[in-house]
């Protein structure tokens, strides 16, 4: 028997078009969009995610400060940080616990994100 339930991604994300092109990017699986670390922090204390997309520059804080906050209470959880700014390292990224770093200027980030959401989807829950 085949489950039509899709595993929940939470993508931390305060512009609307970038948050619809990411649920696009990741239509397999249910992506719930909240604009703001606040809301993101609420929602992590209450639901399970089986990924995290956030964006780094956030309209009440940092994406990488909310990273390294969730990463030291649920380390299971993978996180992807995504930027349209070029001054963020990948290592930057790696030192607040996320899993990757996507640019989103790459000319392959549709094709990056999806991958990289199927690996750490399927590495912490496979």
Do not use: Q
Not at 9 to 15: K, T
Not at 33 to 44: I, N, R
Not at 48 to 58: I, P, Q, S, T
């Amino acid at each position: 028997m085949t489950s039509n339930i899709k595993v929940k991604v939470l993508c931390v994300e305060d512009n609307e078009d970038e948050c619809d092109l990411i649920k696009e990017i990741l239509s397999a699986y249910e992506v719930v969009c909240v604009p703001t670390v606040a809301e993101g922090c609420a929602l992590l204390d209450t639901t399970k995610f089986a990924l995290v997309v956030m964006d780094e520059h956030l309209p009440d804080g940092s994406g990488l400060e909310l990273c390294s906050r969730h990463s030291k209470t649920n380390a299971a959880t993978p996180v992807i940080i995504v930027s349209g700014d070029i001054y963020i390292t990948a290592a930057e990224a790696a030192n607040a616990g996320a899993k990757a770093f996507l640019a989103k200027s790459k000319p392959t980030f549709v094709e990056e994100l999806r991958r990289l959401a199927d690996v750490h989807v399927m590495a912490a829950h496979g």
